[in-house]
């Protein structure tokens, strides 16, 4: 199976989180939490910089090279800034001008920097239309802070007046659906304390629901991993591996199939850790013959300021080669030049 990979993989716990955006005078003193490839720019002048892109695209052809390199040294909140400032200087409205001056999966990728409310934009377009990219809906959903998903809701209510529970459950069915419902709630337990009985008594569940009898109780499996905590789990988790000689992704990937699986699957290995889930989903995006571009572009721009850099350090570490150097080898033209100005080397 594609989603096959040791289970050592995930028994570290790096779980970063989003870095906010802090005052220029500051940014040099960013807090270690924030372990993004980009960071914003200790002093940059909004007016200037949309000078830089007004020349890179006025008159015949473009100067990407000068977009790249101005948009990977500023943080979203910098790119926004800089948004406004060319409005107000041009009368144009700067996302339109990028729009009618690139194309393809650069144009896509130099957007996707530009975008506000990304995460709930890419729950949306998940969902509206003929089918579901459920691949995308479990890459959120599964793995992001009971913060962060608040805020996910709060933003996919103020950009589309909708309801986002309501949209997940309009789209999908079953016992996926309920995973993600649980995922929506955004309410996790959040303490660092570990119950070591519950953890031994939890695995027991976990067993005794998979692994012990003919067929498997997914309602169990959804209550322990939707509700306990991240380290609660890891507790809970290697108290299995004691009881039943298997890691619990390898017994999830054993028990379940379709999509609870993958669900499944993406909440257990984020709780080991965030930063090799996104390398393994990285690697699978670029593996074997084409390019996933929309998941390519959707990690990478989405971690590029939270944890791009420890995901780099896992990517390196499961798969023998950088994730500059695999990108590389895989995507082409302008596109690549931004994704790896966005990745960096090692």
Same mark, same amino acid.
């Given at each position: 199976?594609?989603?096959?990979?040791?289970?050592?993989?995930?028994?570290?716990?790096?779980?970063?989180?989003?870095?906010?955006?802090?005052?220029?005078?500051?940014?040099?003193?960013?807090?270690?939490?924030?372990?993004?490839?980009?960071?914003?720019?200790?002093?940059?002048?909004?007016?200037?910089?949309?000078?830089? =892109? *007004?020349? $890179?695209? !006025? @008159?015949? %052809? /473009? #100067?990407?090279?000068?977009?790249?390199?101005?948009?990977?040294? +500023?943080? &979203?909140?910098?790119?926004?800034?800089?948004?406004?400032?060319?409005?107000?200087?041009?009368?144009?409205?700067?996302?339109?001008?990028?729009?009618?001056?690139?194309?393809?999966?650069?144009?896509?990728?130099?957007?996707?920097?530009?975008?506000?409310?990304?995460?709930?934009?890419? =729950? *949306?377009? $998940?969902? !509206? @239309?003929? %089918? /579901? #990219?459920?691949?995308?809906?479990?890459?959120?959903?599964?793995? +992001?802070? &009971?913060?962060?998903?608040?805020?996910?809701?709060?933003?996919?209510?103020?950009?589309?007046?909708?309801?986002?529970?309501?949209?997940?459950?309009?789209?999908?069915?079953?016992?996926?659906?309920?995973?993600?419902?649980?995922?929506?709630?955004?309410?996790?337990?959040?303490?660092?304390?570990?119950? $070591?009985? !519950?953890?031994?008594?939890?695995?027991?569940?976990?067993?005794?629901?998979?692994?012990?009898?003919?067929?498997?109780?997914?309602?169990?499996?959804?209550?322990?991993?939707?509700?306990?905590?991240?380290?609660?789990?890891?507790?809970?988790?290697?108290?299995?591996?004691?009881?039943?000689?298997?890691?619990?992704?390898?017994?999830?990937?054993?028990?379940?199939?379709?999509?609870?699986?993958?669900?499944?699957? $993406?909440?257990?290995?984020?709780?080991?850790?965030?930063?090799?889930?996104?390398?393994?989903?990285?690697?699978?995006?670029?593996?074997?013959?084409?390019?996933?571009?929309?998941?390519?572009?959707?990690?990478?721009?989405?971690?590029?300021?939270?944890?791009?850099?420890?995901?780099?350090?896992?990517?390196?570490?499961?798969?023998?080669?950088?994730?500059?150097?695999?990108?590389?080898?895989?995507?082409?033209?302008?596109?690549?030049?931004?994704?790896?100005?966005?990745?960096?080397?090692?």
């Amino acid at each position: 199976s594609e989603h096959r990979i040791s289970a050592a993989h995930f028994f570290d716990a790096a779980n970063a989180q989003p870095c906010t955006e802090i005052p220029q005078k500051l940014a040099e003193m960013a807090s270690p939490a924030c372990r993004g490839t980009i960071v914003p720019a200790p002093s940059y002048d909004a007016e200037a910089d949309a000078g830089v =892109l *007004r020349k $890179a695209m !006025k @008159g015949i %052809g /473009t #100067d990407e090279d000068a977009i790249i390199n101005l948009l990977v040294k +500023r943080s &979203n909140a910098q790119r926004q800034e800089i948004s406004k400032k060319f409005k107000v200087m041009y009368g144009k409205d700067l996302i339109k001008e990028l729009k009618s001056e690139l194309g393809g999966n650069f144009e896509n990728a130099v957007l996707a920097l530009m975008e506000t409310r990304y995460e709930a934009k890419l =729950l *949306r377009r $998940a969902i !509206k @239309g003929a %089918g /579901t #990219d459920e691949e995308c809906l479990i890459e959120i959903l599964c793995t +992001r802070s &009971n913060a962060e998903i608040q805020q996910i809701k709060d933003d996919y209510k103020a950009e589309f007046g909708r309801d986002l529970e309501k949209d997940v459950t309009g789209d999908t069915s079953g016992h996926f659906k309920r995973l993600l419902v649980s995922m929506c709630q955004g309410a996790r337990e959040e303490s660092d304390v570990v119950d $070591a009985d !519950k953890a031994q008594r939890e695995a027991q569940e976990l067993y005794q629901a998979g692994e012990k009898q003919w067929g498997t109780d997914e309602s169990k499996f959804n209550q322990i991993l939707a509700l306990r905590s991240f380290p609660q789990l890891r507790a809970t988790f290697d108290a299995y591996v004691k009881i039943s000689q298997r890691d619990i992704v390898n017994s999830i990937e054993r028990e379940f199939s379709g999509h609870i699986k993958d669900g499944m699957m $993406a909440v257990a290995q984020a709780v080991r850790s965030v930063p090799s889930f996104f390398a393994h989903q990285l690697y699978r995006s670029m593996k074997g013959a084409g390019t996933n571009d929309d998941q390519l572009i959707r990690i990478i721009v989405s971690r590029s300021e939270v944890d791009l850099v420890d995901i780099k350090a896992k990517f390196l570490e499961h798969y023998h080669k950088t994730l500059f150097t695999m990108v590389k080898g895989d995507i082409s033209g302008d596109y690549r030049k931004l994704m790896l100005a966005i990745v960096g080397k090692d």
